[in-house]
């Protein structure tokens, strides 16, 4: 099982403060940093310093890391070009040396978009599909030669088809809880299904329906990674635990009921019982990414437990 933190800098925080902690996960051990990518604070609190992008955030981290992976949980469709898009993973794929992956779904936070004058279509799975195909035909266009592309949204002739990223193939992840299309999509175009923020029913149910739609297509389900992205809150005594929750506006009679939650012994727990779900990467979501002492109480008393 990998172990990936996950964090919302949407929520406040630097390029500096994201640097300090990707640099922290990897020197302790972790095995990837990805963040949400989202322009807009979610809920009341302080919005400083503002947003920053992902793609040129991971840029970034890409010079400034050395083994660590990087990548969205996820971009939204809606927010790039595909070509573009295409063209930034596999750059900063070139800069991390091949430490690249691609997240990508339909979308979902309507705020964000009116915001900032961005379209937000009501049926964004098409516009997902499409991005797909152009993202990934793009990449798998053998040097030399044009691709093409003629959809609904987008239509694309002659295009060189470089930049190529380092990976033969960038992993791709495509995640949520739809019942048919997004395991179909998956099936299709990802390395890796996720579900987040869900009980462990519902983890165990959405794992089933991607493997089936693997198999509809004649595809190995073995090739598919499946992970898991929970919020993660733990401490070895009370006070740092409620301090923890405090931080991140989170009530301590509900938060414990799905998430990674309490003492190390019970996070150990809670990942073991996700491993034996099929999960072969899990997301710990951080919100609190100035915390490095949490980093390091998971690093040190999780992790080993589990490895």
């Known amino acids: 099982m990998e172990f990936v933190v996950f964090t919302e800098p949407q929520q406040g925080a630097s390029y500096d403060e994201q640097l300090a902690q990707a640099q922290a996960a990897e020197r302790l051990g972790f095995d990837g940093w990805f963040r949400s990518d989202h322009f807009l604070r979610m809920g009341d609190g302080d919005p400083l310093p503002g947003p920053t992008d992902a793609w040129v955030t991971l840029a970034g981290l890409a010079r400034e890391t050395e083994r660590i992976r990087l990548g969205?949980?996820?971009?939204?469709?809606?927010?790039?070009?595909?070509?573009?898009?295409?063209?930034?993973?596999?750059?900063?794929?070139?800069?991390?040396?091949?430490?690249?992956?691609?997240?990508?779904?339909?979308?979902?936070?309507?705020?964000?978009?009116?915001?900032?004058?961005?379209?937000?279509?009501?049926?964004?799975?098409?516009?997902?599909?499409?991005?797909?195909?152009?993202?990934?035909?793009?990449?798998?266009?053998?040097?030399?030669?044009?691709?093409?592309?003629?959809?609904?949204?987008?239509?694309?002739?002659?295009?060189?088809?470089?930049?190529?990223?380092?990976?033969?193939?960038?992993?791709?992840?495509?995640?949520?809880?739809?019942?048919?299309?997004?395991?179909?999509l998956a099936a299709r175009f990802a390395t890796e299904f996720n579900l987040g923020f869900r009980s462990e029913d519902e983890i165990a149910a959405a794992f089933e329906r991607v493997r089936r739609a693997c198999e509809a297509i004649g595809r190995d389900p073995a090739t598919m990674r499946t992970s898991v992205a929970l919020p993660t809150v733990v401490a070895e005594h009370d006070a740092d635990y409620l301090r923890r929750l405090a931080a991140i506006d989170e009530d301590p009679d509900d938060f414990a009921e799905v998430n990674i939650a309490g003492t190390p012994a019970a996070a150990v727990e809670k990942l073991e019982r996700l491993r034996e779900l099929g999960a072969d990467r899990v997301y710990l979501q951080l919100v609190d990414l100035r915390d490095l002492d949490h980093l390091e109480l998971i690093a040190a008393e999780v992790l080993p437990a589990l490895r």
Do not use: C, N
């Open 72 to 184: 969205t949980l996820v971009s939204s469709a809606t927010f790039r070009h595909p070509s573009l898009l295409a063209i930034q993973v596999a750059q900063v794929d070139a800069m991390s040396g091949g430490r690249a992956e691609f997240g990508l779904g339909t979308g979902w936070f309507a705020e964000e978009h009116t915001a900032y004058g961005i379209p937000f279509p009501p049926k964004r799975f098409d516009l997902l599909e499409e991005q797909l195909d152009i993202v990934t035909g793009l990449w798998a266009t053998p040097v030399g030669e044009a691709f093409d592309f003629a959809g609904e949204h987008y239509a694309l002739a002659g295009a060189p088809a470089l930049p190529k990223p380092v990976q033969s193939r960038v992993p791709v992840v495509i995640g949520g809880a739809g019942l048919k299309r997004t395991p179909e």
